[in-house]
Structures are given as structure tokens and as C-alpha cells.
């Protein structure tokens, strides 16, 4: 075992440029990190500069190091898609062939629509492709005042369901999802992830989403290297919505994030322990509160909060850790529409321990971070699992 620990952190949306075929996902010129950097008058990211990651994508405030400490290298996505299960299931090893279903341009049909209205007891009001924030402003009075359900869609695969927190009740919100993602486990329905998205707030101009967000996702079609790693009797901490988007599958423990920078304070807050396998973050609000919202400066400055904190774990860390971040696709905040982008993602691999750092071969699938896993815990892949380990290089 060459590192006792390592520390997967997954900078949700951070995607570094448009990958050859993303014309054919109407993703033509994208590029987030760049596009953010573009937007920012300053940009305060010190402990990802001296990682190298100014090294492998050009920002116009940030120069590269001489010397930087990590290796660093550009990934492509082998899967057909762009959205969150696809990308992190790729990195634990499955190769997602068949997009998940979209109802992005004309809503969900009318008998699921019928059946959840019948299952739930209550109205659906919206039925369509919309941002959270937005139909929180058009529907929620509506919701609130009539005993409705809004639910909604995106460009993703996903049936959101809104609830207020006070008025709908957050366990009974949780049962109308469970049942949404019951019906639309049949093929014609079948959507990625159900999500329930609780809010607060009485009348337009001061709804709030709130972090009892909580994902109803598809099981894994295979078994992971996380499986693996939990069956070899590691430990397999996930933070933040980790464990929703692998249905616990191979996770032996689990701790809700409220934001961001709550889950970077768990994950640090996990360095003190004596533990053996891997820690696995996601950092969603990159994503939702700024990509989906086409908020340039908001996603910069969720950055700077993120390199703060990268500071106080990169000062935790061991001879014998592996810290590695990434990202699962990307969402250009100044992109048209609210959807994600079909972008490479950055990796960047550091440990104290290193010799010294580098830029790596470009690859041309996610799972590689999976396949490094295993190898270094002496696992094997489980059947099927693409990916081939890097840790040599390491």
C-alpha cells in the first residue's frame, strides 16, 4: 500500500474546456474554468496555483509555477453524457453508454403525471424545464396557498419536487420522491435522479432552497471500485451527496454536507482520524448555486473560499495521504441556458511525499482515479470496470 489514505475531492462542475464532440451535446466553445477566470477582476486561488493548475489551464490573473507540487493532467469523458451520476460513476469504473432520459422540451408525460398526482394526493403544478430559483418565484405562492406540488425539470435527468418546508412538510415532500422515483424506475419514465428540493419563505422575493435537499438516484448497473474497497473491509467515507449519487453502494459511512464549505470542514474534520481507504467529497454548490444559475463571479469566488480551505487540508496531510481533485463535467456560467457542459475535467494529485510534481499524459477516461484507487489498496477492478491506474506515476 503506497498511501494508507487517499482524498477524493470532486469540485462538482469545474470542467477546464470543450471536448471534441461537444458540438453534438450544443456545447460548442465552452470552457468554465477559463470563462470564470475571464469574468473575475481578481482571482485569489494560491494553494491551487501552487498545485500546478494554472500550469494546465491558462488564467488570466493566476501564472504558472516554476515547480508545481502536484502532478496534474487533463481528462476526457469516455461515457455518453454530461451530467453527475455519469461522471462519478465513470471514475469508480463504469462506462455509461445510454444517456439517461430527459423530458427537458415538453415535461413529463400525462400518465406519470396522473399516477404520481393519484399516489401523492396532491395537484402537480408546473411540469416543466425551469431553474429552481425561478419557479420558486412563479409557482410557490401557488404551491403554498392551494396544497399543490410543483414539480419540474432541466436540461439533466432529473423530476424535482418542491416543498415547503412549513406548508407540505419535509417528511411528507421525502415520501412524494420516493414515490416519484418508484414510477419512474419503469423504462419510458425512467430519469436519472429524483430530488427533493425543500424551501422556506412565504411570498415571492424571499423563497430560500433550503440544504434538506435530498437525491433519489438510480442504483449503479455494476458493481465499483468502491464495492471493491468496502468488501476488502476499507473505509469508504463519503461527504456531501456521495452517497445519493451511489445509492450507499459501497459506502460504509456517510455525512450530509450543507454547503460546500461544510463539506471541505468534514473532510478536514476526517483528517484527524485513524483511518484506511478513501475519503470521497462532493463540493455540489460550484454546480448548483452558481454553473445552473449562470453566475460567473459567484462560481470564481465559491473558488477562493474552496483554496482557503485546501490550504488548512493541505496542511493535514501526510507523507502516506493522497489528496486528488477533479471534477465530473462542467457548466459554464456564461454559457446559454442553465445546463451542464461537455467539458475535460482537471486532476490534480499531490502528496507530501511526492518527489516532485508534473504534468501527465492527457487520458481519455474518468476512471482512471478508480483504477489508481484499487491499485494502490490492492483490490481488484470488479468485472467490467474500465480504467487503468496511475499510481506509478504517483
Not at 460504509?252 to 484506511?276: C, F, K, P, W, Y
Request: with cysteine; aromatic share 8%.
Amino acid at each position: 500500500m503506497k498511501y494508507r489514505r487517499i482524498i477524493t475531492i470532486v469540485l462538482d462542475s469545474m470542467g477546464i474546456g470543450a471536448m471534441p464532440d461537444a458540438d453534438k451535446f450544443g456545447d460548442q466553445g465552452v470552457d468554465t474554468l477559463g470563462h470564470i477566470s475571464e469574468k473575475m477582476d481578481d482571482f485569489v486561488i494560491p494553494n491551487l496555483q501552487k498545485l500546478g493548475l494554472a500550469n494546465l489551464k491558462a488564467l488570466r490573473q493566476v501564472p504558472p509555477v516554476d515547480a508545481p507540487l502536484a502532478k496534474y493532467m487533463r481528462m476526457a469523458e469516455a461515457s455518453n453524457g454530461k451530467d453527475t451520476m455519469t461522471g462519478h460513476w465513470e471514475m469508480m469504473g463504469l462506462h455509461v453508454t445510454k444517456p439517461f432520459q430527459t423530458f427537458t422540451e415538453h415535461g413529463f408525460p400525462p400518465d406519470l403525471i396522473e399516477e404520481l398526482e393519484k399516489r401523492c394526493g396532491k395537484r402537480v403544478i408546473g411540469n416543466k424545464a425551469a431553474s429552481g430559483t425561478e419557479i420558486l418565484e412563479e409557482l410557490a405562492e401557488e404551491e403554498i396557498a392551494t396544497g399543490a406540488m410543483i414539480v419540474y425539470t432541466s436540461a439533466d435527468s432529473v423530476l424535482q419536487i418542491c416543498g415547503n418546508e412549513e406548508t407540505f412538510d419535509l417528511q411528507n415532500l421525502y415520501r412524494c420522491c420516493e414515490i416519484a422515483r418508484e414510477l419512474t424506475m419503469k423504462d419510458e419514465w425512467k430519469v436519472g435522479r429524483v430530488i427533493a428540493r425543500p424551501y422556506v419563505g412565504k411570498k415571492k422575493g424571499e423563497f430560500r432552497r433550503t440544504s434538506n435537499r435530498h437525491d433519489y438516484a438510480l442504483k449503479p448497473f455494476g458493481r465499483t471500485v468502491l464495492n471493491a474497497l468496502k468488501d476488502a473491509g476499507y473505509d469508504v467515507i463519503s461527504v456531501g451527496k456521495i452517497n445519493d449519487i451511489f445509492v450507499g453502494e459501497g459506502i460504509t459511512e456517510a455525512l450530509h454536507s450543507d454547503s460546500s464549505v461544510h463539506g471541505m470542514e468534514q473532510t478536514i474534520e476526517l483528517m484527524n482520524r485513524d483511518l484506511t481507504g478513501l475519503i470521497f467529497t462532493n463540493l455540489v454548490d460550484f454546480d448548483a448555486l452558481w454553473g445552473h444559475r449562470r453566475n460567473p463571479i459567484g462560481y470564481g469566488q465559491e473558488i477562493e473560499h474552496f483554496d482557503e480551505k485546501l490550504g488548512m487540508l493541505l496542511a493535514q496531510l501526510r507523507d502516506d495521504d493522497l489528496l486528488l481533485l477533479t471534477a465530473d463535467h462542467g457548466n459554464d456560467p456564461t454559457y446559454t441556458g442553465s445546463d451542464h457542459t461537455r467539458e475535460y475535467v482537471p486532476l490534480l494529485a499531490y502528496s507530501p511525499g511526492m518527489k516532485q510534481g508534473g504534468e501527465l499524459p492527457q487520458t481519455d477516461t474518468f476512471a482512471v482515479i478508480g483504477a489508481t484507487i484499487a491499485d494502490n489498496f490492492g483490490v481488484a477492478m470488479p468485472q467490467g470496470c474500465i480504467g487503468t491506474s496511475l499510481l506509478e506515476r504517483l
